[in-house]
């Protein structure tokens, strides 16, 4: 009920000036430039490399080399 209510005034969650600025610009700005294009596909490296780990593989020892 609480929640229902909170929702109706408009209470759910806070926006800064900021983060409005930020949308805004991002909105007017659709077009990302060379480094950020190079950031986002780093960080989707990084993100599927975490979410789907290689499983190692049983016949490589780390003394296979010694």
């Known amino acids: 009920m609480l929640s229902m209510i909170k ?3 408009g209470l759910d969650f806070y926006t800064s000036e ?3 600025f930020l ?3 991002d909105k ?3 077009k ?3 480094s950020q294009r190079m950031e986002l596909d780093k960080y989707k490296r990084v ?3 975490r979410d789907k780990p290689e499983e190692p593989s049983a016949d ?3 003394w ?3």
Do not use: I, N, V
């Open 32 to 34: 990302l430039s060379r």
């Open 7 to 9: 929702t109706f005034l």
């Open 23 to 25: 949308m805004d610009f």
């Open 28 to 30: 007017r700005h659709p």
């Open 47 to 49: 993100y599927e490399r």
């Open 64 to 66: 296979a080399g010694f």
């Open 18 to 20: 900021l983060d409005d």
């Open 60 to 62: 490589k020892s780390f």
